[in-house]
């Protein structure tokens, strides 16, 4: 079994910036891809960015530009930085890990951009 953790949400000012981080209780080369999701209030959830199963990234088309997905091996954690944040950007994120026919998810972190 795999624990994720995040942390670094809260809230933010439109325009502002936040990182959020994920720490794994295994290696994150043991993973096939790992990143972020989220879920704002009445929607369904949806990719953020991740690194994917071929050492590459992807980015939801409204990320990018304005986030970054980044790791550190060394603490077993994944990174999102996120700029230029938005009011519609106000959801809770989630981070994802997949080994292929299991996918394990952290706790859920709140993200609130103020007007």
């Known amino acids: 079994q795999v624990q994720l953790v995040e942390s670094g949400g809260g809230l933010v000012q439109a325009g502002g910036s936040l990182r959020l981080s994920c720490a794994a209780s295994?290696?994150?080369?043991?993973?096939?891809?790992m990143g972020w999701y989220r879920q704002a209030p009445g929607k369904q959830r949806e990719l953020v960015a991740r690194?994917?199963?071929?050492?590459?990234?992807n980015y939801a088309d409204s990320m990018k530009g304005r986030w970054t997905i980044s790791r550190d091996v060394a603490k077993s954690t994944v990174y999102l930085q996120m700029n230029g944040l938005k009011p519609e950007d106000t959801a809770v994120y989630y981070c994802n890990a997949n080994e292929g026919i299991l996918d394990y998810w952290g706790q859920g972190i709140l993200v609130t951009v103020s007007t």
């Open positions: 690194f994917n199963s071929g050492g590459g990234t």
């Open positions: 295994r290696s994150i080369f043991s993973f096939n891809a």
